[in-house]
């Protein structure tokens, strides 16, 4: 059941900022592909929520202006969600900012040599929208708390807005192949055997709130990486969706961060309580109803590793052709300085010193052309990127008292794409061999045991104000409410 009547006038449903009311075809071609996107949020989105009253910011233009914010906060079901087309404004005179069309005007149409590419651009970054929509779907119903399970189903919304944003610019400029892509972004399902989603860590479970908040660090994270690169694209249409699409993600690593500083902070509170000095006393802590520190990092170690595979191999020429073209820079190319081709640039890659399994000659660094290396360039900004919110996570540890740090893998740990793929690399970097990899996997990554406790406590709580036994209650609000407010009015059953 749609709860959208597709005879009403759709620019009054649709908030959109770019004249859909006098763009018969594009319109007409949203309005065809709007049931099966209903369709598909209704199967596929947030499971046994759809008619509960959630606290929810919609969108309503693409910047503040005085008092009018860019969104508003209201109680909405979420199939009523106002999904919207917004595209930054349009920067006059804009030019490309790299590549070999470096300094020409940018293009406001697609220019024609580089259309296959930029659809596929298009699409993959489309893929990943809905994909994670549907990992999220069950999470809901052992939500920690009403505030939680407010925010997971703000960022669900915000993902299915983000489909709409590149199946716009799918309809508006690549004509019938573009409409194909958007029924095929509809058709295509995280996790299945015939049509998965393009990307694999877009094929993985998120079984738990701990997951969650570490997909929403990590793997949101690649999206602003990916989306940071295109919003420089030369071609001005992607690129301000893209730039409006960084407003809303802030959001998304807001509560991935969050959620696992309050996790942290939870465990080191009940260690303190308890008298338990060293957070390495799993069973012990476990006892507590709360999440020990190895188990996080364990967590961590899987979430990070799953998520840089999705910068693609190292060394890549689809990249180099990409930036070449003018379609995707670099992270914040604006600000860097230098000729934004690259051509006689070079960018170093750690590789192992003498390459053989057991070697463990260390690992040194090989210079490669830099074109060819920027998804390795990109990967390397997300690693500083996350080291920021690690580094508070290590702050919440410390100032509780205990000695522990989360760290980072190395970033040959646990790869299945790019140049690491074949080494088996420890989470210090140490390359062994494939057996010993084996034998200690348990360390490093969450084995079952480590799942099924967790997910022993994955039990709703949802009480206005109150929180599961293993998170601290969040510090700061959404939009200044009171501690006990109704994030979400749950609908009879
Ligand atoms: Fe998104
Ligand atoms: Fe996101």
Redesign the pocket.
């Known amino acids: 059941m749609t709860t959208l009547d597709s005879t009403v006038d759709y620019d009054v449903l649709i908030p959109n900022n770019v004249a859909l009311a006098s763009d018969a075809r594009v319109r007409r071609g949203l309005e065809r592909w709007h049931p099966g996107y209903i369709d598909w949020w209704m199967d596929m989105g947030p499971d046994g929520f759809q008619t509960s009253d959630v606290y929810l910011r919609t969108a309503v233009r693409v910047e503040s202006k005085g008092a009018d914010k860019w969104a508003v906060f209201d109680y909405v079901k979420m199939p009523d969600y106002r999904w919207g087309i917004l595209l930054a404004p349009q920067a006059e005179d804009r030019k490309i900012p790299f590549g070999r069309h470096v300094g020409e005007p940018a293009w406001h149409e697609v220019p024609g040599e580089y259309r296959a590419m930029l659809r596929r651009l298009i699409v993959i970054q489309g893929d990943?929208?809905p994909a994670?929509v549907e990992q999220q779907r069950f999470l809901g119903k052992t939500a920690p708390s009403l505030y939680d399970m407010r925010n997971l189903f703000q960022v669900n919304v915000?993902?299915g807005r983000?489909l709409w944003a590149m199946v716009y610019l799918l309809q508006k400029y690549f004509g019938r192949d573009g409409r194909e892509e958007a029924a095929e972004l509809l058709r295509r399902r995280s996790g299945s055997d015939d049509a998965p989603r393009m990307l694999g860590a877009f094929n993985e479970e998120t079984p738990d709130w701990l997951s969650f908040f570490l997909f929403t660090f990590f793997t949101?994270r690649d999206?602003k990486m990916q989306l940071e690169s295109l919003a420089q694209s030369g071609f001005d249409p992607l690129s301000r969706t893209c730039r409006f699409?960084l407003t809303?993600?802030a959001f998304?690593m807001f509560v991935g961060e969050s959620g696992v500083t309050r996790i942290v902070q939870r465990t080191c509170e009940a260690m303190r309580e308890a008298g338990i000095d060293d957070p390495t006393e799993i069973e012990a802590v476990r006892a507590l109803g709360v999440i020990d520190l190895p188990t996080i990092q364990k967590k961590m170690n899987l979430h990070y590793s799953l998520t840089l595979d999705l910068f693609g191999s190292e060394l890549s020429t689809n990249s180099a052709n990409f930036f070449n073209a003018g379609l995707k820079g670099r992270f914040r190319e604006h600000r860097l300085e230098d000729d934004h081709r690259l051509l006689e640039d070079t960018y170093g890659i750690p590789e192992p010193a003498n390459g053989a399994a057991g070697s463990n000659g260390g690992w040194h660094i090989v210079q490669h052309p830099a074109l060819n290396a920027l998804n390795a360039r990109l990967r390397d900004d997300f690693t500083t990127d996350c080291n920021l919110g690690v580094g508070r996570w290590n702050k919440a540890i410390s100032q509780t008292g205990f000695d522990f740090a989360i760290t980072l893998p190395h970033v040959a740990f646990h790869r299945q794409i790019g140049v690491y793929r074949d080494l088996h690399a420890t989470p210090a970097g140490e390359i062994v061999s494939e057996d010993a990899w084996n034998a200690r996997r348990g360390e490093w990554l969450p084995d079952d045991s480590d799942r099924a406790f967790i997910e022993s406590l994955m039990e709703p709580e949802f009480r206005p104000g109150h929180y599961a036994s293993w998170i601290a209650e969040p510090r700061i609000r959404i939009n200044h409410k009171p501690g006990d407010f109704e994030w979400v009015k749950l609908a009879e059953a």
């Open positions: 990943t929208e994670s915000e993902e983000h949101d999206g699409m809303e993600e998304h």
